[in-house]
């Protein structure tokens, strides 16, 4: 099937390296510019999420202090409750399937 007149793209002269480069730049621009909004937005989508994190942050680390401190104390405790920690995961997800 020949294309007609009205489908039929004109012959254009192709870009030079100087146009292709200027298009990259303006396109690598624009990406800029919307990357820089996306972070805005994603930054105050996340700051109640940050406020609230900030008032756990203590308590977590006064709690992983003192379970380091029980583990350096008594290793074996912390290993048999790894143990049956993994084989009640292990015996969750073979009754999951």
């Known amino acids: 099937m020949k294309p007609s007149a009205d489908t039929a ?10 146009e292709r480069k200027a298009l990259l730049l303006a396109e690598l621009e624009q990406q800029r510019v919307d990357i820089l909004v996306d972070s805005e937005f994603l930054q105050q989508a996340a700051s109640p999420l940050d406020r609230n994190w900030q008032s756990f942050k203590l308590p977590l680390y006064a709690i992983g202090g003192f379970a380091a401190y029980r ?5 074996g405790g912390a290993m048999a409750a790894g143990r049956k920690a993994l084989a009640g995961y292990m015996l969750f997800k073979s009754l999951s399937y």
């Open 9 to 18: 793209k004109p012959h254009t002269k192709p870009l030079s390296r100087a």
């Open 71 to 75: 583990l350096m104390r008594h290793p």
